[in-house]
């Protein structure tokens, strides 16, 4: 039943291109199941690219996507997670193929795998860009990206990073409470929480919030001030709103724009659960969208491509092609285009991403000051995931002069 519900999970995320920990949610499993389907899954998921060079060789025509998965998920066991004797893990497989409807690959499914076990580990060269590219499951595109852009140590010392286990971080919300149980967070002081608050209520009750250091920071560099009006672009899921509201104290006004309804839901039901009282949440395109009153901050938290999170939205690296990157360009610049308009004189204009890719970044704020020149950058700044240990991101705040 647990390699089924983990086959259904990768399912779609592979083929529906969706969340990996929202299906998980979604199933509801027992504590000991979520553990295994939960390994099992992201297992895959953080080594993809190794795991299918392990089979790929070995097979004449490419299989269907739901044998792929199977094959997938034999490799991840054999080679990534803890042993299970050779026979077993061909018996298990060839099952799961018959019970996913796919009966007649069963026989390809068991040649397959006896041939994968019986070479082991296939070698690479890890002298060269595809070989470290396999290795860590990193798409070699963006390897080559973050060469070309940074340097070579920077982007194999990046592709290790996204394969480690890296702290995960949450802050108290204190529109909710003014203390929690410490015993909640392994570093009360660094801000890193442990196991023990997901089996909790504190999470579902908002008065803890899961968010990256790092993304945090990008909050804690605006020079919020009691009693300002806040506008929040491409807000969902409302972690940085929900910041933003605590260092207001509830004071204020803060709109929250977002284009996805389900997305606008979410955040909007975080807000209740948060205590958060001077926040309104809207769906609206942030490219069109238009307001009667200016802003004395407005945060463009950008859509990108996402290269600076890649170490816990394991999917993202397999989904994200380079073909997208120039169309998200000419989404960001039509964003800071429109939403430039309602930010008042003396006010600043904040863009952020969660990308590593200049030319959403720095590239991107430089073209938008040369066409506007009524805009002065005043503060910017990259977050190195590797030096910081968490997300990759980038900030700038740009001063409006008239």
């Known amino acids: ?103 007649h690959a069963s026989g390809f499914v068991n040649a397959t ?37 940074y340097s070579y140590d920077f982007a194999l010392s990046y592709a290790k990073y996204i394969q480690s286990i890296k702290p995960t971080y949450g802050w108290v919300n204190t529109l909710k409470t003014d203390s929690i149980d410490p015993s909640y967070f392994d570093d009360v002081e660094q801000g890193i929480v442990n196991t023990k608050i997901f089996r909790s209520e504190v999470l579902d009750k908002a008065s803890v919030v899961i968010q990256d250091k790092n993304s945090q920071d990008v909050v804690n560099t605006i020079p919020i001030e009691k009693g300002m009006d806040i506008l929040d672009c491409c807000c969902a899921p409302g972690t940085k709103t929900l910041r933003i509201a605590n260092i207001l104290e509830n004071t204020g006004d803060i709109i929250g724009v977002d284009l996805i309804p389900a997305r606008v839901k979410v955040t909007k039901e975080l807000m209740e659960r948060a205590n958060v009282l001077n926040t309104k949440i809207l769906e609206g395109d942030a490219q069109e969208i238009s307001f009667d009153k200016e802003f004395d901050i407005a945060l463009i938290d950008a859509p990108c491509s996402g290269l600076g999170v890649l170490g816990h939205k394991h999917d993202l690296r397999y989904n994200i092609q380079p073909s997208d990157l120039d169309d998200l360009q000419t989404l960001q610049a039509n964003i800071l285009k429109n939403i430039s308009q309602y930010v008042k004189k003396g006010g600043l204009l904040v863009y952020a991403t969660c990308t590593l890719n200049k030319k959403e970044n720095e590239k991107q704020i430089e073209k938008f000051l040369k066409e506007n020149e009524g805009y002065e950058l005043i503060y910017e700044k990259t977050y190195d995931p590797v030096a910081t240990q968490g997300d990759g991101f980038y900030v700038a705040h740009c001063l409006k002069k008239w």
Request: a positive charge.
């Open 113 to 149: 795998l006896k041939k994968m076990l019986d070479r082991h580990e296939r070698k690479l060269d890890m002298d060269s860009l595809e070989g470290i590219s396999i290795y860590y499951s990193i798409p070699v595109w963006i390897l080559s990206l973050l060469k070309a852009q």
């Open 1 to 103: 039943m647990r390699r089924e519900k983990s086959y259904y999970v990768l399912s779609e995320v592979l083929i529906k291109e969706r969340h990996a920990h929202l299906v998980l949610k979604e199933l509801n499993l027992k504590e000991e199941d979520q553990a295994f389907v939960s390994a099992l899954v992201y297992t895959v998921l953080q080594n993809k690219l190794f795991l299918e060079y392990q089979f790929e060789d070995l097979i004449k025509r490419k299989p269907k996507n739901k044998v792929r998965i199977v094959l997938l998920m034999a490799a991840a066991q054999a080679f990534k997670m803890s042993e299970i004797p050779d026979y077993a893990l061909v018996s298990e497989y060839v099952e799961l193929t018959k019970k996913i409807g796919e009966e």
